[in-house]
């Protein structure tokens, strides 16, 4: 079992930026497909970004596009989201996913392994 833990949320002014951290548990990180999703009070979780296992394939959200980005780091089984440009809107906590089933689906019914969130919090 694949456990991951997130990492570097908080509290940030608008047009401000903070970088995520997922940490695996394991050395078989690298064989996984890696997805960001978000959750805030009142809605549904929704897809942020993901990236394949070989790193060569990223998608984002329209509502993150130009913003965020999704760099893996394989040496240190370590998934990150670099947020620039937060908003009051990106207020959610975020939750790490890793699925061996398909590349970077943006369905998190399609994930295995689910971190526990970090909560980011994005003030006016």
């Known amino acids: 079992q694949v456990q991951l833990v997130e990492s570097g949320g908080g509290l940030v002014q608008a047009g401000g930026s903070l970088r995520l951290s997922c940490a695996a548990s394991e050395r078989t990180f690298s064989t996984y497909n890696m997805a960001w999703f978000r959750q805030a009070p009142g809605k549904e979780r929704e897809f942020v970004a993901s990236i394949d296992w070989s790193g060569g394939s990223t998608y984002y959200a329209d509502s993150v596009k130009g913003r965020f980005t999704i760099p893996r780091d394989g040496a240190k089984n370590t998934v990150h989201l670099q947020m620039n440009s937060l908003k009051p809107e990106d207020t959610a906590v975020y939750l790490c996913?890793?699925?061996?089933?398909?590349?970077?689906?943006?369905?998190?019914?399609?994930?295995?392994?689910w971190g526990q969130g970090t909560q980011v919090t994005v003030s006016s």
């Open positions: 996913a890793a699925t061996t089933r398909v590349p970077a689906p943006p369905w998190g019914f399609a994930y295995e392994y």
